[in-house]
């Protein structure tokens, strides 16, 4: 039977994890996949997870079952993260999902549930995985302007006048905070255009949120989100833990849906308890719970608020480190926009041919769109980046 199966493309991001991997050479760098990185070039296990998973061995007692819509203190307190008292409680319904990516093909499901016809509109660029489940799934998707390259900056009005596209009950699909993979964000007053937008037009807005708290701070990166959150009349989240938490292989994310009518929750919240059921069933419990443990306990919340300011302060220094070298090496301000972005990501602008040179001439790994990885970085590969990619300007 399963010879009939068509060979379906590779993922891009993921493919070249595998290159990566398979390269010989022994001085080489990984820009690729977005995992955070120390100096020591070590995804490492963040304390506060470390000490809430010692804390939930020894008070673990059972393995069973917990219900189909997760963790519930896992969900209430991603709320509180999240949107804080942006929504009411009265206001919003959640439910666990593996991963931000679960989290994105649980709404993506209840959309086409509830409306097959509509389109969602994404961000060019936008994270590869967004319009390939799109895809998968069978819903109508179209582009919105988002990047300009000459600026390296959200082109706004492009944005906006795209944007007046989107017909009643369509979705318009946003990035929360440190744009995957440009690394531009919305300024607030750009995301009270949007939601006034939304609002005028019937629109719902979806936010993508997968790497809060690695900007400019926790409350800080979701700004936006929050104002438009208390101005729209609905909106769904989909957030992940994988990046704040370092969680990244426990697969923890959370779906939020809001609505200033509270009628209509109960049924987006069976229909979400429905479309866990017909995937997975109950989503996986250990990784919601170290979250909720961090979430409800003063001393370990503390901790990881300092390690994720940590995370991001070394990011940002990381931006400017390689402005800088980018400047000595290139003799020229082209970089100067990496100071400007947020988060993991920054798309430097190079050409294909550049991108495939720095692999096969310099072992350097970095998505085909020029996409790195900042928190892949450390102070002497920041050189090495630098001097490779002024070889093949
Ligand atoms: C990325 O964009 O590198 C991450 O979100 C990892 C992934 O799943 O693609």
Known sequence: MFELLKEQPADNILALMGMYA??????????????????????????????????????????????????LDFVTGMKELILSNSISDY?????????????LHQIFLLLKQANPELTVWISNPTWPNHSSMLKHLGLNFSYYRYFSEQTGIVDFDGMFADLQQAKQNDVILLHGCCHNPTGANLTVSQWEEVAKLCERDGVMPMVDLAYQGFGHGLNEDVEGLRLMASMVPELAVAASCSKNFGIYRDRVGVVLYCNKDNQVLPIVSGNLKSVNRLTYSFPPDWGATVVSTILYDKNLRQSWDNEVNGIKNSINALRLELKNALRRCTKSDRFAFLTDHTGMFSRLGLSSK????????????????????????????????????????
């Open 22 to 71: 398979s390269d010989k050479r022994t001085k080489k760098l990984d820009l690729g996949v977005g995992v955070y990185r120390n100096s020591d070039g070590i995804t490492p296990i963040m304390d506060a997870v470390k000490k809430a998973e010692n804390v939930l061995i020894k008070k673990q007692i059972s393995k069973s079952y917990v219900g189909l819509l997760g963790n």
């Open 354 to 393: 550049q991108v495939i040179a720095l692999r096969q001439e310099h072992a350097v790994y970095m998505v085909g769109d020029s996409r790195i990885n900042i928190a892949g970085l450390n102070s002497q590969t920041v050189e090495f980046l630098s001097n490779a990619i002024a070889k093949v300007l």
């Open 91 to 103: 206001n919003y319904v959640g439910a666990q999902a593996p991963g931000g990516t679960g989290s």
